[in-house]
């Protein structure tokens, strides 16, 4: 027997506007997901605003739908007052809860609210369980996981936790971690972790292969994923303990939120009442038609970077036809796979998606030059373009045809969600009583969530002369519900004698019962909600001469080596392979430089092994990069320092103060803040606890996907793929000709950094105004002589010797490429 029937699992799914809300409900989605104005990850999205949030919450609590409002972004020092606003409208108004990516905003909400509940966003950057366990004293009620987790992992990570799963199923993919890519932020001033992605993945790069190009043919969209779909894997993705199943597309239409929502549905319900589910050719076709750039399991079988990606082309396609055959005066002869029929949007495929390519509604269908009506499945068939549409000179044999729309499929998804939604239906139970000379007393209860109303008749019970009532004649009366969301269930009668009351005032005290019930339904959910706490004022700093130290970030032994022999305060190690830390530690040792060892961004299942080398190293500090990694170290008690790095995503003072409470010694803040924000937040945080990075190459992608095993291998994971990226060095060269160095990690994973070295020099004399007395300079493919170059100007701006200016200045005239202020200018 299936240990699985009956369980429940939740349909989350994204809206963007109200008619794909409708659409949503409409089609079966247990709970919703949608924006407030800017503060969320899909600013592009048509959103709400905040006076809507009553009315929003009564409509989707009407049809038992629940709501969860996306806070899914940084939140910056001057946004936090506006911030509680929006945190007490969504308390006020009974939002389900909210979805939460700022641990400071996470722990300013739980100040504010000790019952609100929060979810913890996928922008989190949650992959392990200690990640979960990390996250346990904020009373977080559901965890989205990193679309990198397999379903392996996903099973493990439940099996060591009770908070409850939720994983993206279905929609497009970001081929870097949530929450770790920094690529929009530098080239555009536009932050993924803002909901301003500017989707520099789906763009087009060379590679290059040791400083020489790779040559691709028609592969250009190397970081460019195709969509995730996991229909085929519910039954999988049950048994593996997730509790709600996600789909994207806040930016898609109500007719792709009707359609996916739909057959998820269908395969959701279909298993757990025990069916053996699995989509049909149909459901997947229907799928694709809405949105696809092709589908994939994502990493959700594990890792094959063969699978991820087309490479050919970044946008959406559809259902793929076939390629043509011949060229006719007014046709194309194609071999289609797919049905076809008239007024179907077409686009043909050439291989070069950044132009423009011939598309638009097919005119007709022909076999041999004869007309065929209606849709025809598949094989040879002559199709005619809208003579406007398509210019045929410029179609090629061999070039792909791809279904673009089907408006007969659109059609039939808009009708369900246009108009009042009347299906879905709600049982009620009624308890009715009564004798003569006394009201007739009818207690209704809303079976699904308990409520209850009793409505009395404003006539008492006469004697019956003819028709007494009866169990029956009660329920036609009373289960006359239509235009109502309920219907009646149960029936249960006790009167003494033979009574009976007019039809009229049956009538009435249905009308009064149902509409009561439906008030309840749409009355907002109770939170308890604190006094409003002030935010923290200005740190009062005594004016006393400060130490400022100098930190270099290696990431070779000959940058250790060459560090060591500065008057840098501290050494850190970031190297692609931590087997090689013990010897770096061993450097350090011999100068009588301390060092830290930096840990992997990214902390799955099975991993803590690194976390525990890196330990057996014996390092003096460690650079901690992971939610999972800090819950690892703190929970041991070490007498060991540990730095938080960047990669926390820490964009203000409360941030700063939680993981500072949790045990490390000091924090960097995130990449994403320019020099105005930063100078914000440290106007409140602790400064002497705050290390800022000054010189660096920005790490702009962070991702599970491996450039090295899919383009320089045959193999299609770290067992098989003959580990190139140990023989190689790849870059990818942008449209403007910089090339981005790829490196790899202990766990595979890929950072893509800026070409560019990025300084904060000219803002050197505000950070030392503030306080701030760690500074940190990080090198990436430098040799010895330019670390200590670098290192030696930097020296001289803290000291006094060299202004910011200078240094700027210096470094733009030696380096090859120049240098840039990158984020941190004032935008």
Partial sequence: MNPFLNKSVELLAPVGNWDCLRAAVANGADAVFFGIGKYNARVRADNFQMEELPHIMAYLHKYNVRGYVTFNILVFENELNDARQLVTACIEAGVDALIVQDMGLMQMIREMSPDFPIHGSTQMTVTSAEAVDFLAPYDIEVVVLGRENSLKQIKSISN????????????????????????????????????ECAQACRLPYDLMVDGERKEMGNIAYVLSPKDLAAI????????????????????????????VVSKYRKAIDEYTAGSDYRPSVVDIRELEQSFSRGFTHGFLEGTNHKKLLDGTFP??????????????????????????????GIVFDAGRPEEKE???????????????????????????????????????????????????????????????????????????SGAEGQPLVAKWTDVVNGNSVVVHSERNLEKAMKRPLTKEYLAE???????????????????????????????????????????????????????????????????????????????????IEAACQTDVHYVYADFEFTTDYPAAVEVARKYNKPIALATPRIHMPGENGILNGILKAKPDAILVRSLGAVQYYTSQNLDLPLFGDFS????????????????LERVTPSYDLNVQQMVDMLEVAPTDQMEL?????????????????????????????????????????????FSHPVRVDIGC?????????????????????????????????????????VLSLYREALDGKRSGGSVWRELKATNQLGVTRGQLVKK
């Fill in 232 to 259: 085929d894997l519910v039954p999988e993705l049950i048994e593996a303990g997730v509790s709600s199943f996600k789909i994207e597309g806040r930016l898609k239409s109500p007719e792709y939120v009707a359609n």
């Fill in 648 to 663: 926390l995503n820490i964009a203000n003072h409360k941030a700063a103060e939680l993981f500072l409470g949790r045990g």
């Fill in 358 to 432: 011939e598309g638009g509604r097919v005119y007709d269908l022909r076999k041999r030059g004869e007309k065929v009506p209606g849709e025809i499945p598949s094989g040879l068939i002559e199709i005619v373009p809208g003579r406007h549409d398509v210019n045929l000179t410029k179609v090629k044999v061999g070039d792909k045809i791809w279904k673009t729309s089907d408006q007969e499929l659109e059609n039939r998804l808009r009708k369900t969600f246009e108009g009042e939604i009347t299906f879905k239906l709600f049982p009620v139970r009624i308890e009715a």
């Fill in 477 to 559: 009366q009373w289960g006359r519900l239509g235009g109502t969301v309920f219907e009646l269930a149960q029936i249960e009668l006790q009167l003494e004698g033979e009574v009976i009351v007019p039809v009229k005032e049956l009538n009435r005290m249905r009308r009064v019962a149902t509409e009561q019930l439906l008030e309840l339904r749409e009355r907002p959910r109770q939170y308890k909600l604190n006094e409003e706490l002030p935010l923290s004022d200005k740190n009062q700093r005594a004016d006393k001469e400060t130490t400022s130290e100098l930190i270099a970030l290696c990431r070779s032994m000959e940058q």
């Fill in 749 to 789: 994973r890929n950072t893509v950094y800026n070409a560019i070295e990025q300084s904060g020099a000219e803002y050197l004399p505000q950070f030392l105004q503030l306080g701030i007395q760690h500074y940190r300079v990080e090198f990436l493919e430098e040799t010895g002589e330019k670390v200590k170059e």
């Fill in 160 to 195: 060591k936790t009770e908070t409850p799963l939720e994983v993206f199923v279905h929609g497009a993919l970001c081929v870097s971690y949530s929450g770790q890519c920094l690529t929009s932020e530098m080239w555009g001033g536009r932050s993924a972790n803002r909901g």
């Fill in 693 to 737: 990075v000054i010189h660096q190459h920005l790490p702009m992608f962070h991702t599970e996907h491996c450039v090295y095993c899919t383009f320089l291998s045959e193999g299609t994971d770290f067992t098989n793929c003959g580990r190139p990226c140990e023989e190689h060095r790849i870059s990818l060269q942008d449209r403007v000709g």
């Fill in 315 to 344: 946008k959406k396609r559809g259902v793929y036809l076939g390629t043509v055959k011949k060229i006719l005066k007014d046709a194309v002869l194609c071999d289609i796979e797919a049905p076809l029929k008239r007024g179907d």
